[in-house]
């Protein structure tokens, strides 16, 4: 399903677009109820991957690297093949930020920080509605923070944001290897870590970001838990099969830490380090996290998939030249943050929409509709991103808050009763 998910939002693309931006307008309306809670129209973007061309011989040249490097070392993990070979066109969306902004007391800072940020789609729409909403923001010092490790993707973000070359900073070995002003004038600055993001009030913004970090693969055996690896195909030395490590390994032993009902499992390493990361800095100087992307609640087992050109695409045939996914295990990342910030979700996308006023909004736009062609274009859309056998169901969303974001500031132990915490955007229903 998912791979139909990919090619059939480009279909439908313009009239997402428009159904998006339209539902934006309303919900940051100066009279509507709720201003300045989050836009459910930025989020609205193709989930799709594309990857890019590559040259026959290009694919061969990292066949052999693998093979090589097999040879040399013995059969790899799966999360270091999906190292190895893994393109990363994240696109990153939302405006989430304006609303937990308001809830935490409109501060006089914060940093607006994107984790795999694309061609910089998300800081775009993200840039343009700060603006829009100047006079709301006006008294704040915002910057914005890429933590991207691609050079390329990193020019390509650049020449989005800023005027140009002229008005960038350059230093590839720093911890800060770009900085320059954004066409709105803010302060942004490229990193390839996260840690090397400055401390602060932040918001953090992760679109099918998680679900493209490399992955071990598992499985229960009467043995106990033995992980799956990738080796050579003895009966034909040019391709690459799965085969499942005769004893424990180091990954084995020290990523499975409790028993699981499911006989297959998938663990993100680098996942619950980042998620540990993001509720440390989060518990330490306020702001919140979003996290949209395809996922599970502990529930699924393979996922590993790779894509090609919008098709499903065989993971271990001609490395280099699909895109790698795997789905995001929200259990896991609610686990590793555990005793540190409060996680809301994974609840899908459609009922994160409807929570956000998806149906009252196109009801408004259809009346307003000129023609047929428009009205069809909108119910399209519509149901592209809420049917839940499209992106409705399989697209989630996730959020780490501070504790105290849902306790009421008059509640003590000493007052029963006072004005209730705001509630959160996309995961409470909103009157519009």
Same mark, same amino acid.
Request: aromatic share 8%; proline share 5%; hydrophobic share 40%.
């Given at each position: 399903?998912?791979?139909?998910?990919?090619?059939?939002?480009?279909?439908?693309?313009?009239?997402?677009?428009?159904?998006?931006?339209?539902?934006?307008?309303?919900?940051?309306?100066?009279?509507?109820?709720?201003?300045?809670?989050?836009?459910?129209?930025?989020?609205?973007?193709?989930?799709?991957?594309?990857?890019?061309?590559?040259?026959?011989?290009?694919?061969?040249?990292?066949?052999?690297?693998?093979?090589?490097?097999?040879?040399?070392?013995?059969?790899?993990?799966?999360?270091?093949?999906?190292?190895?070979?893994?393109?990363?066109?994240?696109?990153?969306?939302?405006?989430?930020?304006?609303?937990?902004?308001?809830?935490?007391?409109?501060?006089?800072?914060?940093? =607006?920080?994107?984790?795999?940020?694309?061609?910089? %789609? +998300? &800081? !775009?729409? /993200? #840039?343009?509605?700060?603006?829009?909403? @100047?006079?709301?923001?006006?008294?704040?010092?915002?910057?914005?923070?890429?933590?991207?490790?691609?050079?390329?993707?990193?020019?390509?973000?650049?020449?989005?944001?800023?005027?140009?070359?002229?008005?960038?900073?350059?230093?590839?070995?720093?911890?800060?290897?770009?900085?320059?002003?954004?066409?709105?004038?803010?302060?942004?600055?490229?990193?390839?870590?996260l840690r090397d993001v400055?401390?602060?009030?932040?918001?953090?913004?992760?679109?099918?970001?998680?679900?493209?970090?490399?992955?071990?693969?598992?499985?229960?055996?009467?043995?106990?838990?033995?992980?799956?690896?990738?080796?050579?195909?003895?009966?034909?030395?040019?391709? =690459?099969?799965?085969?499942?490590?005769?004893?424990? %390994? +180091? &990954? !084995?032993? /020290? #990523?499975?830490?409790?028993?699981?009902? @499911?006989?297959?499992?998938?663990?993100?390493?680098?996942?619950?380090?980042?998620?540990?990361?993001?509720?440390?800095?989060?518990?330490?100087?306020?702001?919140?996290?979003?996290?949209?992307?395809?996922?599970?609640?502990?529930?699924?087992?393979?996922?590993?998939?790779?894509?090609?050109?919008?098709?499903?695409?065989?993971?271990?045939?001609?490395?280099?030249?699909?895109?790698?996914?795997?789905?995001?295990?929200?259990s896991f990342l609610r686990?590793?943050?555990?005793?540190?910030?409060?996680?809301?979700?994974?609840?899908?996308?459609?009922?994160?929409?409807?929570?956000?006023?998806?149906?009252?909004?196109?009801?408004?736009?259809?009346?307003?509709?000129?023609?047929?062609?428009?009205?069809?274009? +909108?119910?399209?859309?519509?149901?592209?991103?809420?049917?839940?056998?499209?992106?409705?169901?399989?697209?989630?969303?996730?959020?780490?808050?501070?504790?105290?974001?849902?306790?009421?500031?008059h509640d003590t132990k000493?007052?029963?009763?006072?004005?209730?915490?705001?509630?959160?955007?996309?995961?409470?229903?909103?009157?519009?």
């Amino acid at each position: 399903m998912q791979e139909m998910v990919k090619l059939d939002t480009m279909k439908f693309l313009p009239g997402l677009k428009y159904l998006c931006k339209e539902i934006s307008s309303v919900i940051f309306r100066k009279d509507c109820p709720v201003c300045g809670r989050l836009s459910a129209g930025q989020w609205m973007r193709s989930c799709s991957r594309t990857s890019e061309s590559t040259e026959s011989n290009q694919d061969n040249m990292m066949l052999k690297h693998l093979i090589s490097k097999i040879k040399s070392t013995g059969p790899i993990s799966v999360a270091e093949y999906m190292r190895e070979v893994l393109t990363n066109p994240v696109t990153l969306l939302g405006v989430w930020c304006v609303s937990e902004w308001m809830a935490a007391g409109k501060p006089k800072t914060f940093q =607006l920080v994107e984790l795999g940020p694309g061609r910089g %789609t +998300l &800081a !775009s729409d /993200a #840039l343009r509605v700060f603006s829009q909403l @100047r006079s709301v923001l006006k008294e704040s010092e915002i910057s914005v923070h890429l933590v991207e490790v691609s050079p390329k993707l990193g020019e390509i973000q650049a020449q989005l944001l800023t005027e140009g070359e002229q008005h960038l900073l350059h230093d590839p070995s720093g911890a800060i290897y770009r900085t320059g002003i954004t066409k709105t004038g803010l302060p942004i600055s490229w990193y390839r870590d996260l840690r090397d993001v400055p401390k602060g009030f932040s918001f953090y913004l992760a679109h099918e970001f998680f679900d493209v970090l490399p992955i071990h693969k598992f499985q229960k055996t009467k043995q106990g838990w033995r992980e799956i690896l990738i080796d050579i195909e003895p009966k034909s030395p040019e391709k =690459l099969r799965f085969v499942l490590a005769p004893h424990a %390994t +180091l &990954a !084995s032993k /020290a #990523l499975i830490q409790r028993d699981d009902e @499911r006989d297959h499992i998938e663990v993100c390493p680098e996942a619950g380090v980042i998620i540990d990361n993001l509720a440390s800095r989060i518990t330490e100087d306020g702001g919140a996290a979003l996290i949209a992307d395809y996922g599970h609640n502990g529930t699924k087992t393979d996922t590993f998939r790779g894509f090609r050109g919008h098709q499903l695409h065989d993971v271990l045939t001609a490395p280099g030249t699909a895109d790698l996914t795997a789905d995001v295990d929200f259990s896991f990342l609610r686990q590793m943050t555990e005793g540190k910030v409060t996680s809301l979700g994974p609840i899908t996308q459609h009922q994160f929409l409807k929570n956000m006023g998806i149906d009252v909004r196109l009801q408004v736009l259809l009346r307003n509709a000129s023609d047929a062609n428009t009205r069809k274009g +909108l119910m399209d859309a519509y149901n592209m991103i809420m049917n839940p056998e499209k992106m409705g169901n399989r697209f989630k969303f996730f959020a780490l808050l501070p504790y105290n974001r849902l306790i009421s500031k008059h509640d003590t132990k000493t007052v029963k009763c006072g004005p209730t915490a705001p509630p959160v955007a996309g995961f409470s229903e909103l009157q519009l």
